[in-house]
């Protein structure tokens, strides 16, 4: 079915005149990318502000294509997520993230690591995630307290009642639940203060803007606040440069992820202290 697949995409390199015909591809090699060994996960650490050490890591999947190269999730997350094949995906970037946190722990390299994992809208609404995510800590033997599940705010919303459901059972596990995005979406106060959650990751957009224009910094500043009067933790993510960190630390935001400390990278180039200079 791969020969074949490769075959096909042969013909219909992107831009072709019928991008359905090119989805379809895809989809088609996604679905033999998991099965082959072709996705990879990139790890980007998320700062503890004061501090300044790595508190954890976000899994980022990539897709190390046969003839595209390194694929950006941007060009297949989509697909995946319309039909369905973001389950698979999903319990596999899962899976993987949960053995490098266990792999790090055996290395010692940093104790008590954060490892958190993206969860799109559909596979909040599977009803298996919350045993898959079960099953994959029990084997791992990872404590759940080590798993953060990054939900955006819009599949939260997409239907608040049943999300509220799958975020309680979660949490009964002992998993950590974030925000994602938060401020891009349409999320209620109603909503926001009954969804059993831990962290707010404010959205790169006010983060890059929050140095230049008053308006960015103070929506910044105000999910800052509102985090902490919430009792959760604010993180920020897309930190480009050192004026926004200084920006973000003048504000109290606990932790902070983006380029100025490290672009995601493959599991053995995470910038630990261990393997950094001072
Ligand atoms: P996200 O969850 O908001 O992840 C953060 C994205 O911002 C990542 O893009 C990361 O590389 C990028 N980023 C981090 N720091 C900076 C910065 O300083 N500046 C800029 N301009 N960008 C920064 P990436 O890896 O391309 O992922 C894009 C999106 O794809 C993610 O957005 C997430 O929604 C989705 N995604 C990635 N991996 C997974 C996955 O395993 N499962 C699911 N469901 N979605 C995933
Ligand atoms: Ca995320
Ligand atoms: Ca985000
Ligand atoms: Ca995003």
Redesign the pocket.
């Known amino acids: 079915a791969k020969a074949q697949g490769s075959g096909r995409w042969e013909a219909h390199v992107p831009g072709s005149p019928d991008p359905a015909a090119d989805r379809l591809v895809l989809l088609e090699q996604l679905r033999s990318a998991i099965r082959d060994g072709e996705l990879r ?2 790890y ?1 650490p998320r700062m503890a502000l004061p501090g300044g050490g790595v508190s954890g890591v ?5 897709w190390q294509h046969p003839t595209r190269g390194l694929l ?3 060009s297949f ?1 989509d697909a995946a ?1 319309e039909s369905g094949v ?1 389950r698979d ?2 319990a596999w ?1 899962l899976t993987e993230a949960v053995g490098q946190a266990v792999r790090w722990d055996a290395a010692g390299v940093a104790p008590g690591l954060q490892m958190a ?4 809208a559909r ?1 909040l609404a599977d009803t298996g995630l919350v045993a898959r995510v079960a099953g994959v800590l029990a084997r791992a033997g990872l404590p759940a307290s080590r798993l953060v599940l ?1 939900i ?1 705010e819009t599949a939260l919303m997409h239907d608040p009642e049943s999300a509220l459901t799958t975020l309680q059972a979660l949490r009964s596990l002992g998993v950590l639940l974030a925000v ?2 938060f401020g891009t979406g349409y999320s209620s106060f109603t909503y926001l203060k009954q969804f059993p959650v831990d962290e707010l ?1 404010i959205d ?1 957009s006010f983060v ?1 803007g929050m140095t230049t224009d008053a308006g960015d910094r103070a929506i910044v500043a105000s999910c800052v606040h509102l985090a902490h009067a919430m009792g959760l933790v604010a993180v920020a ?4 440069s050192a004026d926004e960190r200084d920006a973000l630390l003048a504000l109290r935001c606990d932790q902070a ?4 400390f490290s ?2 990278v493959p599991a053995d180039e995470v910038p630990f202290p261990a393997t950094v200079p001072a």
């Open positions: 996960v990139h980007q976000e899994a980022l999947v990539r950006q999730p941007d997350i997520e973001i995906l999903g970037v994992v993206n969860v799109s596979q990054e955006t994602d995005d990751k790169r890059a993510e897309g930190v480009e992820q983006g380029y100025f672009r995601p």
